[in-house]
């Protein structure tokens, strides 16, 4: 059993998120504005930014789990009211990388982060989800961009992500066209990996949660990080990352436990060393 990740939010006031880590290291993020399709505001942010400078320090956790409350939304973005503060240009990129950052870092982060999305999932609450390495929607989730309507872009990867996610042609509908699509649209399109029933979203994702923190934790992110940087350099490059993956894998205590559980036909315990 895991405690070490829970000492990272103990004492901590979250205004704006809901935030716990179970014994076996599966750390939730829950989005707490239900009230305002749990809209990204100040608090949001700042609580952010406070969990990008803990969580990758802490050993404790196994997998995230990003869900929201209510049944209206997941994420609808920012308020409309932060595009109206009068940035200075120098100062409005300072603002949105601290946004950015907690992003990079889900999907940076050597462990898995499972999206679970109901209803609007939307604007910055999609470029969110596209962070996460799994995507779980509810049948009646729905997916776009608004950005365009007040003359904006999707500046938090939803150009960047989504044109790497589902291809330019795909992209260009949902972020220059403005079209929003339901959830099994957006299954077939690749933008999420699973559709659920709306009673069932919460135990889905804590399912993949149980299921992936019963895998070997160094294998998991060294196939996430492989993974994730294929997606931008050739397939030479990429097989050799992919042999000095397995060139540490094999050397691990853990290596040696699956193969020793595997003999024995018993659950394997890894330890991440």
């Not at 995230?64 to 920012?78: D, K, L």
């Not at 050597?110 to 109901?118: G, L, N, S, T, W």
């Not at 299954?187 to 399912?207: F, K, N, W, Y």
Request: contains cysteine; proline residues 3%.
């Amino acid at each position: 059993m895991i405690d070490e990740g829970k000492d990272i939010i103990e004492g901590h006031d979250f205004k704006a998120l809901k935030v716990a880590i179970d014994g076996d290291g599966i750390m939730t993020i829950t989005l707490a504005r239900p009230e305002r399709l749990n809209a990204f505001n100040n608090d949001m942010r700042a609580e952010f930014l406070w969990l990008t400078r803990r969580i990758e320090a802490n050993s404790g956790i196994r997998v995230i789990v990003i869900n929201a409350e209510g049944e209206r939304a997941f994420c609808a973005g920012a308020d409309v009211s932060w595009f109206e503060n009068d940035w200075p240009t120098e100062r409005f990129r300072v603002e949105y990388r601290w946004v950015h950052d907690f992003f990079d870092l889900l999907e940076r982060i050597e462990i898995p982060v499972i999206c679970a999305a109901q209803g609007v999932c939307a604007c910055g609450g999609l470029e969110l989800a596209m962070s996460c390495d799994f995507r779980i929607a509810a049948e009646d989730a729905r997916f776009g961009f608004t950005e365009a309507n007040i003359n904006l872009i999707p500046g938090s990867g939803g150009c960047s992500r989504l044109v790497n996610l589902i291809g330019p042609g795909w992209a260009k509908e949902l972020v220059m066209a403005g079209t929003f699509i339901d959830a099994e649209q957006a299954r077939s399109i690749g933008l999420v990996t699973r559709v659920v029933p709306v009673a069932e979203l919460q135990d889905a994702a804590m399912e993949l949660a149980r299921k992936l923190v019963a895998k070997a934790p160094l294998a998991m992110g060294l196939a996430k990080v492989i993974m994730n940087t294929c997606d931008s350099i050739d397939t030479t490059s990429g097989r050799i990352l992919e042999r000095i993956g397995q060139s540490v894998l094999i050397r691990t205590e853990d290596h040696k436990e699956g193969i020793r559980a595997f003999r024995e036909k018993r659950p394997a315990a890894y330890r991440g060393r």
